[in-house]
C-alpha cells in the first residue's frame, strides 16, 4: 500500500521587502543578495500574522476541498514556537474547526522537523489505513538587523495532507538518516532571534548530506540516475545549488551547469520570492516544483533533503502520481505571490522594532493584509484569533 502526500498547500506573507532596498541601505552590492545567496525578497509577517495564522491559512485550502472527516491527527512542525507548553496545532485545531477526536501535538527539531511530522504522520496511515494526517509547518526566519544572516530571514507555511494511496507523492521507504550534537544554529529561549555560525552550518549541512544519501543509496539500491529531480532545505537557494554541487561530485556524477539547473532548479522560484520558512521550506520548494514544471513529472521520482542544525537531516524519496497536476493550487499560490505588498526600508524596520506585550494586560492589534486568520490581540497573556473577514 503507497502512504504520501495527497494534497499539498503553501502559504507566505502579504508584505515583503526587495533585498536591493535592503542592500541600498545596508551599502551592499545587490549582486551579493541576488547572485551570492540566490535570494531576491524576504516576505515580512506584520503585527496580526504568526506561524498559526499562517499555518492556519495554508491549510484551510486542503480542509475546505477535502473536508475534514477522518483527519485524526494534526502535526505542527515548527521552530518558531509561542506557548512552552501549549501546541501551536491547536490553535490552528480550532480555527479550522476540526473533529475533537483528533491528536494534537507540536514537534520542534529546527527545520528537519517538517520531516519528522510528515514521516510520523506516514507511519501513523500506514498502520492505520482509513484514516488522514494533516501536517503543517511554519516558521518565521528572524535575526538581528545588520547581521549576516539578516538577507535570509522570511517566513511561510506549507500544510500536507498524508493518506493511503496518495494522489499526489507517494513516499519511498528508504531513507537515509544523520544526527550530531553540533551549534551551528540555536535560539536560547530568552531570545527573539537566532544565532548561527554560517560558514560552520553550510559544512554540517553538506557533510549531514553525504551521510544520508550513502545510507539511502544503499537502502533503496538507487543511484543519482534514478531520482529525476532533486529538491533540498532551503535556508537560501544557493545553499541548495552548493549542496546539488556536492551530492554530484561525491558520487563521482558529471553535469553540465544547464543539466544541474534542470535537475534541480525548478525549486527555487518561491523560496527566492519569500526566504527562509525553516521548517516548510523542503516543502515550499517541492511546491514549486510541482506548481511550475512544464514537464508532467507523473511517474518520476523526486529526491529530498531535510536538514535541521544542530543537527538531524534525512534524504528520503517520493514517485509522483499519475493526475497530480489537479490536485495542486497552483493558481491560488500564484496569485498569492503576485499580489502581495512591497515594503520601504522604514516600513519593514518599523515592523521588526515592534515588540510582542508580555505585560498580560489587553491589547488590540491593528488590521493588515493577512490570509484567511489573524492574530487579533492579547488579553492575560493570551492570544486571540480570529478569522481576517
Not at 21 to 48: C, F, H, N, S, W
Not at 171 to 185: A, H, K, N, R
Not at 264 to 274: A, E, S
Amino acid at each position: 500500500m503507497n502512504v504520501g502526500i495527497d494534497a499539498i498547500s503553501f502559504y507566505s506573507s502579504n508584505y515583503f521587502i526587495d533585498l536591493k532596498t535592503l542592500g541600498e541601505v545596508r551599502g551592499v552590492d545587490p549582486d551579493k543578495y541576488y547572485v551570492g545567496i540566490g535570494q531576491e525578497k524576504m516576505a515580512i509577517p506584520p503585527p496580526d500574522e504568526d506561524i498559526v495564522t499562517m499555518g492556519a491559512s495554508a491549510a484551510q485550502a486542503i480542509v475546505q476541498r477535502e473536508g475534514k472527516d477522518r483527519i485524526e491527527m494534526l502535526l505542527f512542525a515548527t521552530e518558531s514556537g509561542i506557548d512552552q507548553s501549549k501546541a501551536a496545532g491547536v490553535f490552528v485545531h480550532g480555527l479550522l474547526q476540526l473533529p475533537a477526536r483528533c491528536r494534537t501535538v507540536e514537534l520542534k527539531e529546527a527545520c528537519y522537523s517538517g520531516t519528522a511530522a510528515l514521516q510520523l504522520a506516514a507511519a501513523w496511515v500506514q498502520a492505520h489505513p482509513a484514516s488522514r494526517v494533516l501536517v503543517v509547518a511554519a516558521d518565521v526566519a528572524r535575526y538581528e538587523l545588520g547581521s549576516p544572516g539578516e538577507p535570509t530571514q522570511g517566513c511561510g507555511a506549507v500544510a500536507m495532507l498524508v493518506t493511503a494511496h496518495p494522489r499526489i507523492l507517494a513516499l519511498d521507504p528508504e531513507v537515509g538518516l544523520y544526527t550530531e550534537d553540533v551549534m551551528d544554529f540555536w535560539r536560547p529561549n530568552y531570545r527573539d532571534q537566532a544565532l548561527v555560525d554560517g560558514k560552520y552550518s553550510t559544512r554540517v549541512y553538506l557533510q549531514a548530506l553525504q551521510a544520508c544519501w550513502q545510507q539511502y543509496r544503499e537502502q533503496s539500491g538507487r543511484d543519482l540516475a534514478d531520482i529525476h529531480r532533486f529538491c533540498y532545505h532551503l535556508p537560501f537557494t544557493r545553499m541548495a545549488e552548493k549542496a546539488h554541487e556536492r551530492l554530484l561530485k561525491s558520487s563521482g556524477a558529471s553535469a553540465t551547469d544547464e543539466q544541474q539547473k534542470q535537475q534541480m532548479g525548478g525549486t527555487l522560484d518561491y523560496n527566492k520570492r519569500t526566504g527562509n520558512s525553516y521548517a516548510a521550506s523542503l516543502y515550499v520548494g517541492l511546491t514549486c516544483l510541482l506548481d511550475t514544471s512544464a514537464e508532467d513529472l507523473a511517474g518520476k521520482r523526486i529526491g529530498l533533503f531535510s536538514y535541521g542544525s544542530g543537527c538531524v537531516a534525512e534524504y528520503f524519496s517520493g514517485v509522483v502520481q499519475p493526475g497530480y497536476q489537479a490536485r495542486l493550487f497552483a493558481d491560488q499560490h500564484r496569485t498569492m505571490l503576485e499580489q502581495r505588498t512591497e515594503l520601504t526600508y522604514r516600513q519593514y524596520e518599523d515592523i521588526y522594532n515592534l515588540v510582542f506585550p508580555t505585560d498580560g494586560g489587553r491589547h488590540t492589534f491593528s488590521r493588515y493584509r493577512t490570509g484567511p486568520f489573524r492574530l487579533a490581540g492579547v488579553n492575560q497573556h493570551k492570544r486571540l484569533y480570529e478569522a481576517a473577514t
